[in-house]
């Protein structure tokens, strides 16, 4: 493959290349989303784990909607509940 070939290729797995002015303005809506999300995690006071963090900022910075996100935290929360809840049940006693 030339090199005309490979940015092709690159350019299609990534995305059509946006105006600047259309840069500026997905940055800022980025900023926005950002405050957004730091709103929502000062509201539920939670600290969320790693993974779940690294993820929500791969989203945030993939463009994906604010609501969109929210559904992801709220069930990724809700299975961090439930395995929590489920490991912390007592185990019933072997009997010798």
């Not at 929500?56 to 439930?82: A, K, M, N, Q």
């Amino acid at each position: 493959m030339n090199s005309t070939t490979n940015a092709a290729s690159r350019s299609r797995s990534v995305g059509a290349v946006s105006s600047p002015d259309s840069r500026h303005n997905r940055h800022s809506m980025l900023n926005d989303s950002t405050i957004t999300y730091c709103d929502l995690a000062r509201t539920v006071n939670v600290n969320l784990p790693y993974e779940i963090t690294k993820n929500v900022l791969t989203l945030i910075r993939l463009g994906v909607p604010p609501d969109d996100i929210y559904v992801f935290l709220r069930e990724c929360l809700t299975y961090s509940r439930f395995a929590h809840n489920i490991n912390a049940q007592p185990q019933p006693q072997q009997q010798q």
